[in-house]
């Protein structure tokens, strides 16, 4: 097996052109193949050898640290090895490099695409694998499908010491992060913005400034994330998503992600040390 470190590097890509030997990654209905004491289990081909997992699709991911690497998923009737389990990525975020949730998100995101297209949606025939695109291919109509990705953003908004933190009513206990929402058709991520947070909280905001960005398997968001700052309004939580959203003084914080697990952790952090410095 691949030691699990922060000196993995993934090239993601759609052909293989390598003759080396393959790592490989294990899914089954969407949880990771890991040891029983919580590692991160990277397969190379001899330590499936002579396992008897039976797996099927398997997908090319693209290259770890110059070996292809492959995402395998295991039959609903295989056994799993002795001293294996199965674990879904929530439980693993903050425990495992980036290098290693990048190559996690993209395993996510291509099995359900392949499973959720199995059958045209013009024609209901079998699809079939492009072969030099990372696509889905019916003979219909040249109909191509790829693997679908549905931008979000996520906004920071200050009122200079001050941060806007919300409470999604399917958050735990008294966890709180920064205001986010799907992008609609024909919107722009700044509309988006506009909308989304006075639709929450009532909230308008000015000086929208992009930060980054994430991928978020759950089960197929890509994360805009921005900073911005109040303009006006009273907060007043819409009662469906949001049931609880206030100013947060930032030496006063109430529990928040951290930033080594998602963006709105990384904006926050950005701003307190921009504050502090």
């Given at each position: 097996?691949?030691?699990?470190?922060?000196?993995?590097?993934?090239?993601?890509?759609?052909?293989?052109?390598?003759?080396?030997?393959?790592?490989?990654?294990?899914?089954?209905?969407?949880?990771?193949?890991?040891?029983?004491?919580?590692?991160?289990?990277?397969?190379?081909?001899?330590?499936?050898?002579?396992?008897?997992?039976?797996?099927?699709?398997?997908?090319?991911?693209?290259?770890?640290?110059?070996?292809?690497?492959?995402?395998?998923?295991?039959?609903?009737?295989?056994?799993?090895?002795?001293?294996?389990?199965?674990?879904?990525?929530?439980?693993?975020l903050g425990r495992i490099p980036d290098s290693l949730f990048t190559i996690c998100s993209?395993?996510?995101?291509?099995?359900?695409?392949?499973?959720?297209?199995?059958?045209?949606?013009?024609?209901?025939?079998?699809?079939?694998?492009?072969?030099?695109?990372?696509?889905?291919?019916?003979?219909?109509?040249?109909?191509?499908?790829?693997?679908?990705?549905?931008?979000?953003?996520?906004?920071?908004?200050?009122?200079?010491?001050?941060?806007?933190?919300?409470?999604?009513?399917?958050?735990?206990?008294?966890?709180?992060?920064?205001?986010?929402?799907?992008?609609?058709?024909?919107?722009?991520?700044?509309?988006?913005?506009?909308?989304?947070?006075?639709?929450?909280?009532?909230?308008?905001?000015?000086?929208?400034?992009?930060?980054?960005?994430?991928?978020?398997?759950?089960?197929?968001?890509?994360?805009?994330?921005?900073?911005?700052?109040?303009?006006?309004?009273?907060?007043?939580?819409?009662?469906?998503?949001?049931?609880?959203?206030?100013?947060?003084?930032?030496?006063?914080?109430?529990?928040?992600?951290?930033?080594?697990?998602?963006?709105?952790?990384?904006?926050?952090?950005?701003?307190?040390?921009?504050?502090?410095?």
């Open positions: 097996m691949i030691p699990v470190n922060n000196n993995l590097v993934f090239t993601p890509e759609n052909i293989n052109t390598s003759s080396k030997s393959g790592i490989s990654i294990i899914l089954r209905n969407q949880e990771f193949l890991t040891s029983k004491t919580s590692e991160f289990l990277l397969f190379e081909e001899d330590d499936l050898k002579w396992s008897e997992m039976e797996m099927v699709n398997k997908q090319f991911l693209g290259y770890l640290n110059n070996k292809p690497c492959f995402l395998s998923e295991l039959t609903n009737e295989s056994k799993l090895d002795e001293g294996l389990l199965l674990t879904p990525l929530r439980n693993l993209r395993s996510l995101q291509l099995s359900e695409w392949t499973n959720n297209n199995q059958f045209c949606g013009s024609c209901g025939s079998k699809m079939n694998k492009h072969e030099t695109e990372r696509a889905m291919f019916c003979e219909c109509n040249n109909l191509l499908v790829y693997p679908r990705i549905s931008p979000c953003i996520i906004v920071l908004v200050t009122k200079g010491e001050q941060l806007l933190l919300a409470h999604n009513k399917n958050f735990p206990g008294t966890f709180y992060s920064t205001l986010a929402g799907f992008i609609e058709a024909g919107e722009s991520a700044e509309s988006a913005i506009h909308r989304e947070i006075y639709e929450e909280v009532k909230v308008n905001v000015k000086n929208i400034q992009y930060f980054g960005s994430q991928s978020w398997p759950f089960p197929s968001q890509l994360m805009l994330g921005f900073h911005a700052e109040y303009l006006d309004g009273d907060i007043t939580p819409d009662g469906e998503e949001i049931d609880l959203a206030d100013w947060f003084h930032y030496r006063e914080l109430p529990q928040v992600p951290t930033g080594n697990i998602s963006i709105s952790g990384q904006l926050i952090e950005s701003y307190i040390e921009k504050l502090k410095s």
